[in-house]
């Protein structure tokens, strides 16, 4: 809903607040007063074109002259969700939005307190309003636009019909996509097979493990330099034993620690160093005998050794554009499996997608033949409530359809509407967007609206004129089905009519005095003075003052009557 409006520099008005309350507010106003500005700024909040061309002109620096509308609506909790997404905010449900238009560079925009392209006022706020114009009218002409508003009519059931009938859409388009992927690159296909294969059949013989390769690095390292290490291990023992001519530091060590126990005899606190001494003596002791066990194992092996550098090689070639090392060729094996699992399977096979395929068109002509009897029967319904509504609307002889045209399956349905209009019985019922006058689509919309906007919405009707070219009982009933309409909706009518602004909750009156605009609320007296006026050219007039009170239902006060 719409909750306020502030407009600054547009057009002819140089500033002015607007509030708007629920159900049903009218604008009206003399010619060139404003009422189009008004129109103009929410369209701008709706992300319209702005036009530099509509920025007032006043004082000596036109060239920082700039135009501004703000708005405040209220929003539900899932446009708040959507604008907090989005960075905005909300304040207590109310959401501001701001469009700057300056006489010379690009408007700007903002949406919850956050800069913002056009586009996503026109998404978010285009959401909350529906404004209805002769551009509006033309809209109505479109198969799609009378499409949205027949599937618009249905009720839960066919809402239900229209889901399932888009899901069975987009699996066949998925399908179809994917057979016509696998049937343009079979060739290509069956060489990524090919080399997955051969690639995994080498990871499968070698079979690698982490840390294999530091392993084989080591043992490679040892097995190609065994004589120097029988020479430099032999040379370290040989320091440890001695010979038949040199004590070795084993033997040195043992009578170093046979004198520290002599010596522990004359002092017992030499004995403590004594048992670590004993202690080391054993553990170099372990050292000599583990040396001795490893040169008795080095010895040349040039098999393995040739062994290991072919299986490095090989590993080597299978890490070769596939990984840096084992631990990425590890990671590779896992994906490159499920890469051919995928290739190889019944998803990637030609045939089995066709079978799925045929399957998927089939549950599109099931579900498309559901949607199309349930959209006849919507259309054979609301024709009959569009003719009755037309027949109240000063077109008693006029005769609303909905006829059919088939077409192959397409995202919409097998079939689209064509709503028909047949002004009197001699004329030949014609598609909306061909024979219909401006004054007669603006009574189909209007009747439309009412009929498809009697369930509780969160959107904001704006007519601009609808009642344009009508008067007397017509617009009696034009005014009627507006007030019906705002049973449901915020509904926001710029009118010429007295009648129309006489079901009004809320009346604005928009004035021009000394050149400046300005926009009031009217009540009791100066809005039967305004009714007057626009049934009459004088608000003064006794005839008329007496038939606005009549419109607005109330007693005439004495001391006019």
Known sequence: M??????????????????????????????????????????????????????????????????????????????????????????????????????????????????????????????????????????????????????????????????????????????????????????????????????????????????????????????????????????????????????????????????????????????????????SALELSAVRDDLAHYLSTVEADPETLAALHARRASLRQLMEGRAADISGLLEWEKEARARLQALTGEDDDPESLERALAQAQTAVLECGNRLAASRRQLGAELSAKVTSELHALSMPDANFTVSWEEHSPSSTGLEDPVMLLQPHPQAPPRPLGVGASGGELSRVMLALEVLLGESDSDVTFIFDEVDSGIGGKTAVEVGARLARLAEHHQVVVVTHLAQVAAYADHHLLIEKNDGRTSIRVLEGEERAGELARMMSGDAHSEAARRHAYELLGLDMPQSEA
Request: contains cysteine; proline residues 3%; negative net charge.
């Open 2 to 279: 719409i909750e306020s409006l502030d407009i600054d520099n547009l057009g002819v008005i140089e500033s002015a607040h607007v509030d708007f309350g629920p159900r049903f507010t009218v604008l009206t106003g003399e010619t060139g007063a404003g009422k189009t500005m008004v129109l103009t700024s929410l369209n701008l909040l709706l992300g319209g074109r702005a036009d530099p061309q509509m920025v007032r002109r006043e004082g000596e620096d036109e060239s920082a002259a700039r135009a501004s509308v703000d708005g405040v609506f209220s929003v539900p909790p899932s446009i708040a969700q959507e604008i907090d997404e989005m960075g905005g905010a909300v304040d207590d449900g109310l959401l501001y939005v701001s469009r700057t238009v300056p006489l010379n560079g690009r408007s700007r925009a903002a949406l919850g307190g956050r800069a913002m392209p056009a586009s996503a006022l026109s998404r978010i706020v285009g959401s909350l309003v529906t404004i209805h114009g002769q551009s509006d009218q033309l809209r109505l002409r479109s198969q799609s636009a009378q499409r949205d508003a027949l599937d618009s009519y249905g009720d839960a059931q066919h809402k239900e019909l229209l889901a399932s009938y888009g899901h069975a859409w987009k699996k066949a388009v998925e399908i179809a996509n994917r057979l016509r992927e696998v049937r343009r690159s079979s060739s290509e296909r069956e060489e990524e097979i090919a080399r997955l294969s051969q690639a995994l059949e080498l990871f499968d013989a070698l079979r690698p493990h982490e840390g294999e390769e530091e392993e084989m690095v080591s043992q490679i390292q040892r097995l190609t330099n065994t004589e120097d290490l029988r020479r430099h291990v032999g040379a370290s023992l040989a320091f440890l034993e001695g010979d038949e001519d040199t004590d070795g530091v084993i033997d040195l060590i043992g009578r170093a620690l046979d004198c520290l126990r002599t010596a522990a005899r004359f002092d017992h606190s030499l004995t403590a160093i004594g048992q670590r001494f004993k202690q």
